[in-house]
């Protein structure tokens, strides 16, 4: 994993490609790798299940992959990129809570093919970028909780 970077106590890896609904995107060779942000982990409080589309389903760009519940709530999770699933991690079947240990390595959730990879990555933001600062800042102040 490159550098990572903290930014309003979040972990932040530069690598990485960020959707405004709090999922990122890893890039490795001819597959991208989804999770979830230290963000949304922090939000959720511990994740009692993941549920997420099959291997070989289409996923587009924005539209759900699937569902996170934990204690407070349940949410769809958002597809930064299109493509196909390739691989689902099984680990997060029983033990779900690894996103949580984990968000950015052994809690990855769903592994894809992308299908239009360089057009889709301009809709994406990376850590360290005036417009990143300020969606996160953003997002820290709406759910922050009061003093």
């Known amino acids: 994993m490159g550098d990572v970077m903290k930014f309003l106590d979040y972990d932040c890896p530069d690598e990485l490609y960020y959707h405004k609904e709090h999922s990122y995107a890893r890039v490795e060779g001819d597959t991208v790798v989804f999770g979830i942000t230290d963000f949304a982990q922090k939000q959720a409080g511990t994740i009692k299940r993941i549920v997420t589309l099959e291997v070989d389903d289409d996923i587009e760009q924005t539209k759900p992959y699937g569902t996170l519940s934990s204690g407070k709530w349940t949410g769809k999770m958002q597809s930064p990129l299109g493509g196909v699933i390739t691989e689902t991690n ?58």
């Open 90 to 147: 099984t680990v997060l079947e029983e033990k779900p809570k690894t996103v949580n240990e984990s968000c950015y390595k052994d809690g990855w959730i769903v592994k894809i093919k992308p299908s239009k990879l360089e057009e889709e990555l301009k809709n994406l933001m990376r850590a360290g970028t005036p417009e990143f600062e300020q969606w996160l800042t953003a997002e820290h102040n709406k759910y922050k909780k009061p003093a």
